[in-house]
């Protein structure tokens, strides 16, 4: 049986989030063994802070949730973040130029920050936002973060149309194989939706249900 808790980044981007609310994920995260909490970038210091001498990460966003930010404010973003404490950060790719078929703009901002943050010694995922995108995209993009450099390929924001799918996640499993990971996030409510997502192929799952996920809600 697969031990969830190590695999869950969990998650509070909600713009109304207070510091009570983020303390309330910070908690959590430490006493079920999360494997990170997941924040918006104005809070990254604070909760490095308050993991400090636990085993959890520090992960926040970048170019979120609509990944159409300049290459230099994603980058700038990215640095700070890190400076800051984090440990992983979640960037969005550039949704329109990818729809447009500009794909070579699309894997030069999402190396840019690549570049950027394996320098600094953190990890990085891309997400695609696999609802705005056909099958064939998805492995498209799959591919080209795979071939940018980065750490993960992730499918969603949780803020667009719809979130993970467990046949989308097969797809950019296929299409990386095994040069990076998969990670998906979004409307993963219930321990069946977890399992069935690393069934297909994540080692990663971002959601902000990890209590009910693991039984403890």
């Known amino acids: 049986m697969v031990k969830l808790n190590n695999y869950i980044d ?18 959590e995260a430490i006493d079920n063994q999360f494997y990170s909490v997941m924040i918006n970038p104005y809070w ?14 520090t992960a926040t966003v970048i170019g979120f949730p609509l990944g159409a930010n300049t290459t230099n404010i994603k980058v700038a973003e990215a640095k700070e973040a890190i400076d800051n404490g984090a440990n992983e950060v979640d960037m969005v790719m550039n949704i329109g ?19 950027a943050v394996h320098a600094k010694k953190a990890l990085i995922k891309v997400i695609i936002e696999t609802a705005l995108l056909t099958s064939d995209e998805i492995a498209k993009a799959s591919d080209i973060v795979a071939n940018a450099g980065a750490d993960f390929v992730k499918t969603s924001t949780g803020f667009s149309t719809s979130g993970a799918k467990s046949v ?7 299409a ?33 249900s990890s209590l009910k996920i693991i039984g403890k809600e």
Not at 168 to 174: E, L, T
Request: glycine residues 8%; without cysteine.
């Open 97 to 115: 130029e990818f729809k447009g078929g500009n794909y070579q703009a699309v894997q030069k901002d999402i190396q840019a920050v690549v570049t």
């Open 176 to 208: 990386v194989g095994d040069r990076i990971k998969v990670k998906a996030a979004g409307g993963i409510h219930s321990e069946q939706e977890a399992e069935a997502m690393i069934k297909a192929g994540a080692s990663r799952l971002g959601t902000s």
């Open 10 to 27: 969990h998650t509070l981007l909600k713009p109304e989030a207070t510091q009570k609310d983020v303390d309330k994920v910070i908690q």
């Open 44 to 57: 990254v210091s604070y909760v490095h802070g308050k993991l400090a001498n636990t085993p959890v990460k």
């Open 168 to 174: 989308d996640v097969a797809i950019m499993k296929k």
